[in-house]
T-cell receptor, first 115, second 114 residues
C-alpha cells in the first residue's frame, strides 16, 4: 500500500537559499494539499489543488512560496530566499474528493531547518 | 490562525485506562476529523464524523459531536503505550466547499505509561 510520499525528509539550508520539496500523493487521489506545522502547533493550511488546478491559497503563502502540480499527479512546493521563520515541517496530504466528506491522508513531511 | 481548541493540552494516564480529549470549534462545519501524530511523523487519520452524526465508533475509538455546543470528544478505551502521541481535531468548515482546507486545533499530547 503506497501512501503519500514526501522528499526529502529533512532539509537544512542557509538563509537566503531556495528550496524545493516534492510530494507524491496516493495515485488515484484528485486533491492534494500543503500544510505547514511548527513545533507544538497543529498544521496550518497553505494551498490545495484539484488535479492540476490550484484552487485556494492561504494568506500564509507569501510571494516567496510557489506550488505546482503540473500533470495532476505529484506536486512541488518551492520557497525562494528562505528566512528563519520558514523553519517548520511541511506536510502534504491527498484525498479522493467525490463531492462528499472524505479524509485527507498525510505524508511524513519535510522538516526544513534554516541556518 | 487556529480555529479549534483542544483540551487538555496534555494528558498522562496508565495503560488500560481510558483517555478523553475534547475539541471546540467556532463556526458551522461539514465534518470534523481526528488525527494522531507520532513524534516527527505525519498525521494518521483516525475517524471522520459528519455534521449530521452524533456518535461514531472505530475499534477502541469513540467520537461524539455536539453541533449545538460546537464541540467534539475523542475517547480511547483500554489505552496502550503505543497510543502515546499527539491527537488533533480538524474541522471542514461549511463556508468552504467540503473537501477543501482543514482547520486544526493545537492538539492534545497523550502519554500512556506502561
Amino acid at each position: 500500500d503506497t501512501g503519500v510520499s514526501q522528499n526529502p525528509r529533512h532539509k537544512i539550508t542557509k538563509r537566503g537559499q531556495n528550496v524545493t520539496f516534492r510530494c507524491d500523493p496516493i495515485s488515484e487521489h484528485n486533491r492534494l494539499y500543503w500544510y505547514r506545522q511548527t513545533l507544538g502547533q497543529g498544521p496550518e493550511f497553505l494551498t490545495y489543488f484539484q488535479n492540476e488546478a490550484q484552487l485556494e491559497k492561504s494568506r500564509l503563502l507569501s510571494d516567496r512560496f510557489s506550488a505546482e502540480r503540473p500533470k495532476g499527479s505529484f506536486s512541488t512546493l518551492e520557497i525562494q530566499r528562505t528566512e528563519q521563520g520558514d523553519s517548520a515541517m511541511y506536510l502534504c496530504a491527498s484525498s479522493l474528493w467525490d463531492g462528499g466528506d472524505q479524509p485527507q491522508h498525510f505524508g511524513d513531511g519535510t522538516r526544513l531547518s534554516i541556518l | 490562525s487556529q480555529q479549534g481548541e483542544e483540551d487538555p493540552q496534555a494528558l498522562s494516564i496508565q495503560e488500560g485506562e481510558n483517555a478523553t480529549m475534547n475539541c471546540s470549534y467556532k463556526t458551522s462545519i461539514n465534518n470534523l476529523q481526528w488525527y494522531r501524530q507520532n513524534s516527527g511523523r505525519g498525521l494518521v487519520h483516525l475517524i471522520l464524523i459528519r455534521s449530521n452524526e452524533r456518535e461514531k465508533h472505530s475499534g477502541r475509538l469513540r467520537v461524539t459531536l455536539d453541533t449545538s455546543k460546537k464541540s467534539s470528544s475523542l475517547l480511547i478505551t483500554a489505552s496502550r503505550a503505543a497510543d502515546t502521541a499527539s491527537y488533533f481535531c480538524a474541522t471542514d468548515y461549511v463556508w468552504e466547499t467540503s473537501g477543501s482546507r482543514l482547520t486544526f486545533g493545537e492538539g492534545t499530547q497523550l502519554t500512556v505509561n506502561p
